[in-house]
């Protein structure tokens, strides 16, 4: 799973660069970002993506707008936090065991914009937190973990204040640990939503 996900974060940045040079130069547009949001808050739905972890996640993120990368204008920096609920069951020695937790916890974000015209913009983000449970999660595994998360953003600008976001998205889920009975992973895979404001 590791190499799909850096094949992933590789072939994104790589098929980004080339579209930023080709979409500026045929249809003439500023790749450049011209207005950054100040917030943004987002709903997630996010599915099980291995056999013996069918565990659903649903989050609510809310991020705040940190800064820009000077030598990098297609970069910011966000940071936040995410509520997330996951429920469903694990599948350990051909036995069903049902499980279920609440997280809360700081997450920081950063945002790859190659494209912005007009009224619409396309952007990747990559993001990482630190996620508390209120028990062991999943089974066998510890109060914490990390939760990182990946993925293609379409924007649309309503008005000079307001943007709405539809995003696909692959997640991982760790503590780190090592271990495979310490550190009982799962991955994740869906979409979001989020409305995003400039005050």
Excluded at 54 to 73: E, G, I, M, Y
Aim: with cysteine.
């Amino acid at each position: 799973m590791r190499k799909l996900i850096c094949s992933l974060v590789l072939g994104s940045l790589l098929l980004l660069g080339l579209a930023q040079t080709a979409l500026g130069q045929e249809i003439g547009l500023d790749p450049e970002p011209n207005r950054e949001p100040d917030s943004e808050i987002e709903v997630e739905y996010l599915s099980p993506m291995w056999e013996n972890r069918q565990l659903d996640t649903s989050s609510l993120n809310v991020f705040f707008h940190k800064s820009d990368f000077p030598r990098h204008p297609n970069l910011s920096f966000y940071t936040g936090a995410t509520l997330t609920h996951a429920w469903g069951y694990i599948t350990e020695e051909n036995t069903n065991r049902d499980d279920e937790a609440v997280g809360i916890g700081p997450v920081c974000l950063i945002r790859y914009q190659p494209w912005q015209g007009e009224k619409m913009s396309f952007s990747v983000d990559m993001s990482g937190g630190l996620i508390f449970y209120n028990e062991n999660f999943p089974l066998g595994g510890d109060f914490y973990n990390f939760m990182w998360r990946l993925g293609p953003k379409l924007t649309y600008m309503l008005n000079e204040h307001y943007w709405l976001s539809v995003s696909c998205k692959i997640m991982h889920v760790s503590n780190g640990q090592h271990g495979r009975s310490r550190n009982p992973s799962y991955n994740g895979q869906g979409v979001s939503v989020s409305v995003m404001k400039k005050m």
